[in-house]
């Protein structure tokens, strides 16, 4: 593995490190109010629009999609991506400035996958465009969703066409008016072997039955304007067509997202911790306390220097695991893809707790973005997969291995 960042990855961070500092931190508080204190929370401000055209311009684009969907992307690989991803990171709302932003990421890899021509052509091409945004629904407030095989949203084929009935939540997107499509998991067969009952299934938000119950609040934050909602399906019907796939295939279908949907959240993550650890820095040189600068306090340096080491530990990591995914595929790196998913999030909720204290009372306000930030760490913890699950399954497969 090399520790250097190669030319190609080199020159992009460099242009998108620029455009941060000019386009996005000047705007960010403005952004961020502007959302919460708007008339319609759920529509997208045309700040948005404005820098989203000009990261295009800028050639700072889909950077997320792999060489093997070219031209749809950039065409780079994961390990690539990961500096990109984690600069991104730094500020909540920036990976959608690049299309870049989940759940639209991990839909458009799918669609690029195992979409048809038809649904790339309907769906895809307008993602990848920024034109429209996109919804995942799988979590269900009935039954236990960290395992995914215990949701009941039925998919039920009815000659030309799929009936849907069932109850979702934290349906990421869902809320934005912009959102025109849905990836929706659930059974298509209750008595097919475990693995293989569920199926995905592109909804599109007008469809009738489709209803939005209510927005989602995640650690009190309701991410405006994209958020989660709860969504109803009653008796939904799409085309036949709209399955992805086939039938039994959606676990084949999340698997084949959730790799590098978990890479993308741990460099998120990252990102956050070091711009958390970038505050801290300069805030302990501001404030005096008993005499003399935070920063001279012995604990306050002491704080300073294991936030430094926990975020270059889960930096090296997660990178190892995309140089891993890029070499040997998502399903030989799954425990280095699971391992990431434990390391990063308690990381980033740890060193950015760490900042917070560091700031007193303003940490926790609307005035500095740590709050935001420590919501999202915290979400990440449960989101894609609990970490009690990935540390099972991990704990498994490494006592399998070395008993083999």
Same mark, same amino acid.
């Given at each position: 593995?090399?520790? #250097?960042?190669? @030319?190609?990855?080199?020159?992009?961070?460099?242009?998108?490190?620029? $455009?941060?500092?000019?386009?996005?931190?000047?705007?960010?508080?403005?952004?961020?109010?502007?959302?919460?204190?708007?008339?319609?929370? /759920?529509?997208?401000?045309?700040? !948005?629009?404005?820098?989203?055209?000009?990261?295009?311009?800028?050639?700072? /684009?889909?950077?997320?999609?792999?060489?093997?969907?070219?031209?749809?992307?950039?065409?780079?690989?994961?390990?690539?991506?990961?500096?990109?991803?984690?600069?991104? %990171?730094?500020?909540? $709302?920036?990976?959608?400035?690049?299309?870049?932003?989940?759940?639209?990421?991990?839909? !458009? @890899?799918?669609?690029?996958?195992? %979409?048809?021509?038809?649904?790339?052509?309907?769906?895809? &091409?307008?993602?990848?465009?920024?034109?429209?945004?996109?919804? $995942?629904?799988?979590? #269900?407030?009935?039954?236990?969703?960290?395992?995914?095989?215990?949701?009941?949203?039925?998919?039920?084929?009815?000659?030309?066409?799929?009936?849907?009935?069932?109850?979702? /939540?934290?349906?990421?997107?869902?809320?934005?008016?912009?959102?025109?499509?849905? &990836?929706?998991?659930?059974?298509?067969?209750?008595?097919?072997?475990?693995?293989?009952?569920?199926?995905?299934?592109?909804?599109?938000?007008?469809?009738?039955? &489709?209803?939005?119950?209510?927005?989602?609040?995640?650690?009190?934050?309701?991410?405006?304007?994209?958020?989660?909602?709860?969504?109803?399906? =009653?008796n939904v019907r799409v085309p036949a067509d709209n399955l992805l796939l086939g039938e039994g295939r959606g676990f084949e279908i999340a698997q084949g997202r959730l790799g590098?949907?978990?890479?993308?959240?741990?460099?998120?993550?990252?990102?956050?911790?070091?711009?958390?650890?970038?505050?801290?820095?300069?805030?302990?040189?501001?404030?005096?306390?008993?005499?003399?600068?935070?920063?001279?306090?012995?604990?306050?340096?002491?704080? +300073?220097?294991?936030?430094?080491?926990?975020?270059?530990?889960?930096?090296?990591?997660?990178?190892?695991?995309?140089?891993? !995914?890029?070499?040997?595929?998502?399903?030989?790196?799954?425990?280095?893809?699971?391992?990431?998913? +434990?390391?990063?999030?308690?990381?980033?909720?740890?060193v950015i707790d760490e900042a917070i204290q560091m700031h007193g009372a303003a940490g926790t306000s609307q005035d500095f973005v740590l709050s935001a930030m420590y919501a999202?760490?915290?979400?990440?913890?449960?989101?894609?997969?609990?970490?009690? &699950?990935?540390?099972?399954?991990?704990?498994?497969?490494?006592?399998?291995?070395? =008993?083999?």
């Amino acid at each position: 593995m090399n520790f #250097e960042y190669n @030319e190609k990855t080199q020159s992009l961070l460099t242009q998108l490190r620029a $455009f941060m500092q000019k386009e996005v931190y000047p705007i960010e508080q403005e952004y961020i109010h502007g959302v919460e204190n708007g008339e319609d929370r /759920w529509k997208t401000p045309a700040l !948005m629009h404005t820098l989203k055209q000009r990261a295009r311009d800028a050639g700072l /684009w889909n950077l997320f999609l792999p060489e093997e969907y070219k031209p749809y992307g950039a065409g780079l690989t994961n390990a690539e991506y990961a500096p990109l991803c984690e600069e991104m %990171g730094r500020v909540l $709302f920036s990976s959608e400035i690049f299309n870049c932003s989940a759940p639209d990421t991990g839909n !458009m @890899e799918v669609l690029a996958k195992y %979409g048809n021509e038809a649904q790339k052509q309907q769906w895809l &091409v307008p993602l990848l465009n920024g034109e429209i945004r996109s919804a $995942f629904a799988m979590t #269900e407030p009935a039954v236990a969703s960290s395992d995914a095989t215990n949701i009941e949203t039925s998919i039920t084929r009815d000659g030309d066409e799929y009936v849907i009935n069932g109850r979702k /939540w934290y349906t990421s997107g869902a809320m934005n008016e912009n959102c025109k499509i849905m &990836v929706v998991m659930g059974k298509t067969d209750f008595d097919a072997p475990r693995h293989e009952q569920q199926s995905q299934i592109l909804v599109p938000m007008d469809t009738p039955g &489709v209803t939005v119950v209510r927005p989602m609040s995640a650690m009190g934050y309701y991410d405006e304007p994209v958020g989660h909602a709860e969504v109803e399906f =009653n008796n939904v019907r799409v085309p036949a067509d709209n399955l992805l796939l086939g039938e039994g295939r959606g676990f084949e279908i999340a698997q084949g997202r959730l790799g590098p949907g978990r890479i993308h959240h741990c460099m998120r993550l990252i990102g956050c911790a070091q711009r958390a650890l970038d505050l801290a820095c300069e805030r302990v040189e501001q404030r005096v306390a008993f005499g003399k600068p935070l920063s001279k306090q012995q604990s306050v340096r002491e704080s +300073i220097a294991k936030m430094h080491c926990e975020i270059e530990q889960a930096r090296l990591l997660t990178l190892k695991a995309a140089d891993k !995914m890029d070499k040997y595929g998502n399903k030989v790196s799954r425990d280095l893809i699971a391992a990431i998913k +434990i390391v990063a999030p308690s990381m980033a909720c740890r060193v950015i707790d760490e900042a917070i204290q560091m700031h007193g009372a303003a940490g926790t306000s609307q005035d500095f973005v740590l709050s935001a930030m420590y919501a999202y760490a915290r979400t990440i913890k449960l989101a894609d997969g609990p970490d009690q &699950v990935h540390m099972m399954q991990l704990g498994r497969n490494l006592i399998a291995d070395k =008993n083999a």
